[in-house]
């Protein structure tokens, strides 16, 4: 007889890495969400501030119509403050409010006489200029700068 030689065990194969190594899902840029909030945010506080100044019985404002609308808007931006845009509380809201429904009724007033497009142009540059740098400076204070000075004239 012969030896009895153990029976040897199947070996295992060798433990391989994956032929691709694991990378966590890339995360999608933020810069195009932030800048269609903000930018969903001035529309909608538009909207507001534009039913709001619509729905106050405003003595003050000189007529109606485009003239009526520009003045209201100038007097929505004389109560801007740049400085609380973007701050949380009441005074945020308001500073939100008031820019965007100075742009709205300066659209409004371009609308209906074309006098009035150049405010309307300059608030609108100051809020998308805003949209996409989120301050206050630059081109977006100079066009806020030239829209109160189109307001001083009126």
Same mark, same amino acid.
């Not at 740049?82 to 949380?88: A, D, I, L, P, S």
């Not at 820019?99 to 142009?121: C, I, M, N, Q, T």
């Given at each position: 007889?012969?030896?009895?030689?153990?029976?040897? +065990?199947?070996?295992?194969?060798? +433990? !391989?890495?994956?032929?691709?190594? @694991?990378?966590?899902?890339?995360?999608?840029?933020?810069?195009?969400?932030?800048?269609?909030?903000?930018?969903?945010?001035?529309?909608?506080?538009?909207?507001?501030?534009?039913?709001? =100044?619509? /729905?106050?019985?405003?003595?003050?404002?000189?007529?109606?119509?485009? %003239?009526?609308?520009?003045?209201? +808007?100038?007097?929505?931006?004389? /109560?801007?403050?740049?400085?609380? !845009?973007?701050?949380?509380?009441?005074?945020?809201?308001?500073?939100?409010?008031?820019?965007? =429904?100075?742009?709205?009724? %300066?659209?409004?007033?371009?609308?209906?006489?074309?006098? @009035?497009?150049?405010?309307?142009? =300059?608030?609108?540059?100051?809020?998308?200029? !805003?949209?996409?740098?989120? =301050?206050?400076?630059?081109?977006?204070?100079?066009?806020?700068?030239? +829209?109160?000075?189109?307001?001083?004239?009126?």
């Amino acid at each position: 007889m012969q030896p009895h030689e153990p029976d040897s +065990a199947p070996v295992p194969p060798p +433990a !391989y890495a994956p032929s691709v190594p @694991y990378a966590p899902p890339s995360r999608r840029p933020v810069g195009p969400l932030v800048t269609a909030l903000a930018i969903g945010l001035l529309l909608g506080g538009g909207g507001v501030g534009a039913a709001w =100044a619509f /729905g106050g019985d405003d003595k003050d404002a000189p007529g109606s119509g485009p %003239a009526g609308d520009a003045h209201t +808007a100038c007097v929505a931006l004389d /109560g801007f403050d740049e400085t609380k !845009y973007g701050t949380k509380g009441k005074d945020g809201d308001i500073a939100l409010n008031r820019f965007a =429904a100075a742009g709205a009724l %300066a659209v409004s007033a371009a609308a209906g006489d074309r006098r @009035y497009k150049p405010l309307a142009e =300059a608030l609108r540059r100051s809020q998308f200029g !805003y949209a996409q740098e989120l =301050a206050f400076k630059g081109e977006v204070k100079k066009e806020l700068t030239k +829209a109160r000075r189109l307001c001083e004239d009126l």
